[in-house]
């Protein structure tokens, strides 16, 4: 007999990530450079894909601690502007303070949910940009459609997620084992998940049916580089919020031997002192 398939409750799951982020925001925003060096070739090709540059207009939807806005904030200069928006008031504290901290007078946070950008009121901007938020989204229409209606016409739409599973086991890895030890069903066709826009036409045809044309995705390879695996273990039980919701059904003895187990795991990709834990990227643009 299988187990049935949970109902999914979208509200519940955002109201979740919420209260994640708000708990996982300081250390998350404390390992800020290593997403610099993990997620910034694939942010600039995101910038570079979305025309992003001196005088533009950015909105970053699901900003977290804003690296990749302080990054764009860089790129446009005194004369352009950057909205940092994200579902979780703690975090976005972080984007505030540290586009304060780097002087950055052209930049504003808001508190918003990514699936209800009408809720803002802005002038046009040139780019809507999102890095590894969208996949989380448990309506990503809405969310696409609400940041097209945010674009100037012809602006451009950018975003960062993970590809396939099998190309991002530094992830994939705790996600299976977890799921296992917890007796989660894989997640439907359709929900939200770190891989449920891995495959291109996926996220190309979320991109059209939002109203884009001119899509463009390139597959960028971003390997997390650390000490050692029990360096990426704290890393992600540190910042990874979608594996303290999955591991919530399992006691505290239950959840220690899931993470050592993965601790054991991520040991393939140590080697010579050293931690290179796979992934791959798919950076995705299109145009209004």
């Given at each position: 007999m299988t187990a049935q398939q949970?109902?999914?409750?979208?509200?519940?799951?955002?109201?979740?990530?919420?209260?994640?982020?708000?708990?996982?925001?300081?250390?998350?925003?404390?390992?800020?450079?290593?997403?610099t060096r993990w997620l910034g070739p694939a942010t600039e090709l995101m910038l570079d894909m979305t025309d992003v540059g001196k005088g533009s207009r950015v909105l970053d939807v699901a900003a977290g601690?804003?690296?990749?806005?302080?990054?764009?904030?860089?790129?446009?200069?005194?004369?352009?502007?950057?909205?940092?928006?994200?579902?979780s008031p703690g975090i976005l504290g972080f984007a505030a303070s540290n586009a304060k901290l780097a002087g950055h007078a052209n930049v504003d946070t808001v508190v918003a949910d990514g699936e209800r950008l009408d809720a803002i009121s802005a002038e046009p901007f040139d780019a809507v940009i999102s890095r590894v938020g969208l996949i989380y989204f448990p309506d990503q229409?809405?969310?696409?459609?609400?940041?097209?209606?945010?674009?100037?016409?012809?602006g451009k739409v950018g975003a960062i997620v993970y590809s396939?599973?099998?190309?991002?086991?530094?992830?994939?890895?705790?996600?299976?084992?977890?799921r296992r030890r917890a007796a989660l069903p894989a997640p439907l066709p359709g929900q939200p998940g770190p891989f449920s826009l891995?495959?291109?036409?996926?996220?190309?045809?979320r991109l059209a049916d939002a109203g884009f044309h001119d899509v463009r995705i390139e597959k960028v390879d971003a390997p997390v580089r650390l000490q050692s695996a029990l360096e990426c273990l704290q890393f992600e039980q540190e910042s990874f919020g979608a594996l303290h919701q999955m591991l919530a059904g399992l006691s505290?003895?239950?959840?220690?031997?899931?993470?050592?187990?993965?601790e054991t795991a991520l040991g393939q990709f140590?080697?010579?002192?050293?931690?290179?834990g796979p992934c791959e990227m798919l950076v995705a643009a299109a145009t209004r």
């Amino acid at each position: 007999m299988t187990a049935q398939q949970p109902i999914f409750d979208p509200v519940k799951f955002k109201e979740t990530t919420r209260k994640q982020w708000d708990s996982a925001a300081e250390a998350w925003n404390r390992w800020g450079p290593l997403l610099t060096r993990w997620l910034g070739p694939a942010t600039e090709l995101m910038l570079d894909m979305t025309d992003v540059g001196k005088g533009s207009r950015v909105l970053d939807v699901a900003a977290g601690a804003g690296e990749q806005t302080l990054t764009a904030a860089r790129r446009v200069g005194p004369r352009g502007y950057v909205l940092a928006t994200d579902i979780s008031p703690g975090i976005l504290g972080f984007a505030a303070s540290n586009a304060k901290l780097a002087g950055h007078a052209n930049v504003d946070t808001v508190v918003a949910d990514g699936e209800r950008l009408d809720a803002i009121s802005a002038e046009p901007f040139d780019a809507v940009i999102s890095r590894v938020g969208l996949i989380y989204f448990p309506d990503q229409n809405r969310a696409l459609v609400g940041m097209r209606d945010h674009l100037k016409p012809g602006g451009k739409v950018g975003a960062i997620v993970y590809s396939t599973a099998d190309r991002n086991p530094f992830f994939s890895i705790p996600v299976g084992i977890i799921r296992r030890r917890a007796a989660l069903p894989a997640p439907l066709p359709g929900q939200p998940g770190p891989f449920s826009l891995g495959d291109p036409a996926v996220l190309a045809k979320r991109l059209a049916d939002a109203g884009f044309h001119d899509v463009r995705i390139e597959k960028v390879d971003a390997p997390v580089r650390l000490q050692s695996a029990l360096e990426c273990l704290q890393f992600e039980q540190e910042s990874f919020g979608a594996l303290h919701q999955m591991l919530a059904g399992l006691s505290p003895r239950d959840q220690d031997d899931a993470w050592a187990e993965i601790e054991t795991a991520l040991g393939q990709f140590e080697q010579d002192g050293q931690f290179e834990g796979p992934c791959e990227m798919l950076v995705a643009a299109a145009t209004r």
